[in-house]
């Protein structure tokens, strides 16, 4: 139970329903999940860990504002997380290879079904890294997915660039057929990297920062 209403408060979350700087009525969002009190705090206290929510005193829990800087330093994380996680793979299995390939082309014909876009290239990094053993560095490569999920479905509701993006899955994808898997980690960073600069020049975000600093 525990999981589902953490789940379902982070849909709400991803959706919109509950917006940045709103304060969580957490007797209203239980009784509309039909559980007690209990298990949606005990949700957004884990949360509050994942960047979704703030504590205030007096309010409670508040929906965390969104910010540049938070998407470059989450992306950066997740980008040397993933890389670990590639190189202490040792090697791909040739069916995962093909798997790649065939998320990646998927992915590429979604440029204007930003949804979907999203959803395939979690799946072509959740195939990336999972040959990896390290369980400790695989919680940690979810939170931080989870944490870069909200920025991108805040911030990339419109035309998302697929083509570019599959161009660097591809390069990525070319090095481990070499064997190369640290030129494969070298081309994962760069591909993160353009995210950051996809999510940071989206006109909401800039718009966001503008308001910041007036």
């Given at each position: 139970?525990?999981?589902?209403?953490r789940?379902a408060?982070?849909?709400?979350v991803l959706?919109?329903?509950?917006?940045?700087?709103e304060?969580v009525?957490?007797t209203?969002?239980?009784r509309?999940l039909?559980v007690?009190?209990t298990?949606?705090?005990e949700a957004?206290?884990g949360?509050?860990?994942e960047?979704?929510?703030?504590?205030t005193?007096?309010?409670?829990?508040?929906?965390?504002?969104f910010?540049?800087?938070?998407?470059?330093?989450?992306?950066?994380?997740?980008g040397?997380?993933?890389?670990?996680?590639?190189?202490?793979?040792?090697?791909?299995?040739p069916?995962?290879?093909?798997?790649?390939?065939?998320i990646?082309?998927e992915?590429?014909?979604?440029?204007?079904?930003?949804?979907?876009?999203?959803?395939?290239?979690?799946?072509?990094?959740e195939?990336?890294?999972?040959?990896?053993?390290?369980?400790?560095?695989?919680?940690?490569?979810?939170?931080?997915?989870?944490?870069?999920?909200?920025?991108?479905?805040a911030?990339?509701?419109r035309h998302l660039?697929?083509?570019?993006?599959a161009?660097q899955h591809a390069?990525?994808?070319?090095a481990?057929e070499?064997?190369?898997l640290?030129e494969?980690?070298?081309h994962?960073?760069?591909?993160?990297?353009?995210?950051?600069s996809?999510?940071?020049?989206?006109?909401?975000?800039m718009?966001?920062?503008?308001?910041r600093s007036?």
């Open positions: 139970m525990r999981e589902a209403v789940d408060v982070i849909e709400r959706a919109g329903t509950l917006t940045a700087g304060r009525n957490e209203a969002l239980a509309e039909g007690s009190v298990p949606v705090r957004l206290l949360l509050e860990r960047s979704y929510f703030k504590r005193p007096g309010k409670g829990f508040v929906v965390s504002s910010r540049a800087q938070e998407v470059s330093d989450i992306y950066s994380v997740l040397m997380l993933e890389g670990l996680a590639l190189r202490s793979s040792k090697s791909l299995k069916e995962t290879v093909v798997h790649l390939r065939n990646n082309e992915f590429r014909l979604l440029g204007d079904n930003v949804e979907a876009a999203i959803q395939a290239n979690i799946r072509w990094h195939t990336l890294v999972s040959e990896c053993t390290n369980v400790y560095l695989m919680e940690l490569i979810r939170k931080s997915r989870r944490a870069v999920n909200r920025y991108e479905c911030f990339l509701n660039d697929t083509e570019s993006s161009d390069a990525i994808i070319d481990i070499r064997g190369d640290e494969a980690a070298v994962l960073q760069a591909n993160w990297r353009s995210n950051i996809r999510v940071r020049s989206s006109e909401t975000m718009e966001i920062e503008r308001d007036q």
